[in-house]
């Protein structure tokens, strides 16, 4: 059974964020700022630290968009720094400012796989940058040993679908623009020509990814609504094909997603008044998220088992699901895990005792054993896929 505080902390979490979900049924999306919300004022907010004080370095990037300004924080661990051997490493001090410094040529260090990571909240809460993401952002890129890109996508009820599942698409064509500009750079930067700059003479090539980003080693992973966004965004990369290219989706983590259904579900049923999000709760927030004409629990984004959602699932990139052992949403999230096997497509699935709905990214609040035993389950798994010699199971 979960621990005392897991249990206080979960009624004080469904008693605030009921209230705020409550709230929130009024508001109107012609008082929203028209590039989107991404954030909530009573979210906890971690500034971006670009000094490598505990092995990872941070900066937000905001990028803009006729329909709406992206929202993304990069997570660089300190490994990209070092290169194969002792001649290409670039010597960081941990107390230095990392800043925007690209490498010269022949002393980038390491290029690194890239993980677009997508935050949970119930789709109107949360951001890339609070306190709870930021910590298990750092975790996942050192043990995974990966530039994360989290990704700040707008909520609702003022951006209602499918704008967050577009956020999700955008940002990964974010990733291929950079790549694409970063050699557009270097092949100008050989024949001693400027690179690109916008109208303001500042560099459109972002820095960290340009020396350390391998976008065809590319990664989705998604909390609760984010595993939503992710699974979106790998349907979305399959039907795109060489499209994409150089980017290249070859895993995805769907860590307890918030997936729902008209027909309940046995966890459903007797886990309904689960810890932290019951599905009252839920509900609620699928009310706010889908558009009031389209409000339905067998909608796409909200049931992956409905048939005709194409592509077919054999062609789905290899999946790794967690799920938590309190959670009223395991079972939808299991059944869909195995249908993936059943088209062969690699698709393990990890069962947490004792754990709830967010247990590992909530660890900075509830400090369970399990959420570091998830990260690194998680950096053994997928390192098969990231990895530049194949199968490596150290971390």
Same mark, same amino acid.
């Given at each position: 059974?979960?621990?005392v ?6 009624f ?7 209230h @705020? ?13 028209p590039?989107g919300?991404t ?7 971690a500034p ?9 370095a941070?900066?937000?990037i905001h ?29 960081? &001090? @941990? ?11 022949g002393r ?20 890339n940058?609070?306190v %709870? ?11 995974? #040993? ?14 209602r679908y ?7 698409? @955008? ?8 790549a ?18 916008? &109208?303001?003479g ?17 990664v ?66 699928w009310?706010?998220?889908?558009p ?16 005709? @959602? ?10 790794l ?5 309190? #959670?009223?949403m ?10 993936l096997?059943k ?11 004792d754990?709830?709905?967010?247990? %590992?990214?909530?660890?900075?609040l ?6 570091q ?8 798994w ?14």
């Open positions: 059974m979960p621990t505080a897991v249990k206080l902390y979960s004080l979490f469904k008693f605030t964020v009921k @705020r979900l409550q709230s929130r049924i009024g508001a109107s999306p012609d008082e929203a700022d590039s919300v954030s909530r004022p009573e979210d906890g907010v971006a630290n670009p000094t490598f004080s505990d092995g990872v941070t900066k937000d990028v803009d968009d006729p329909r709406a300004s992206l929202s993304l924080r990069l997570f660089l661990p300190e490994t990209a720094l070092s290169g194969s051997d002792s001649k290409s490493r670039v010597r960081v &001090n @941990r107390d230095d400012s990392y800043g925007g410094y690209s490498p010269p040529a980038s260090g390491r290029r690194l796989p890239v993980l677009l990571q997508f935050h949970g909240g119930g789709f109107v809460s949360g951001s940058n609070s %709870a993401n930021d910590v298990f952002c750092r975790r996942i890129a050192k043990l995974c #040993d990966v530039v994360v890109v989290a990704v700040g996508y707008r909520l609702a009820p003022e951006n499918p704008a967050a599942f577009e956020d999700g698409v @955008r940002a990964l064509h974010w990733v291929g623009k950079q694409n500009l970063a050699d557009w750079s270097r092949s100008q930067w050989k024949v001693g020509r400027d690179t690109m700059n916008d &109208n303001f500042a560099s459109m090539v972002e820095p960290w990814l340009a020396a350390h980003g391998d976008p065809s080693r590319c989705l992973l998604g909390v609760s609504c984010g595993a939503n966004i992710a699974d979106y965004v790998a349907r979305r990369s399959v039907e795109a094909g060489k499209l994409l290219d150089p980017v290249k989706v070859v895993a995805q983590i769907l860590m307890y997603p918030f997936f729902i259904g008209s027909v309940p579900t046995k966890s459903e049923i007797k886990l309904a008044n689960s810890y932290f999000y019951d599905k009252a709760m839920c509900l609620l927030a009310k706010l998220f889908l009031e004409e389209e409000v339905n629990l067998d909608h796409p984004a909200a049931n992956p088992l409905i048939p005709g @959602r194409g592509p077919p699932l054999k062609c789905m990139p290899p999946t699901t967690v799920v938590a052992e309190h #959670d009223w395991r079972d939808r999230a299991i059944a869909y895990s195995e249908e096997r088209v062969n497509v690699d698709a393990p699935l990890l069962d947490y005792k754990a709830v709905h967010e247990f %590992a990214t909530l660890d900075v509830l400090k369970t054993p399990q959420a035993a998830c990260a690194e389950d998680i950096a053994i997928v390192k098969k896929y990231i990895s530049l010699r194949g199968h490596e199971f150290s971390y």
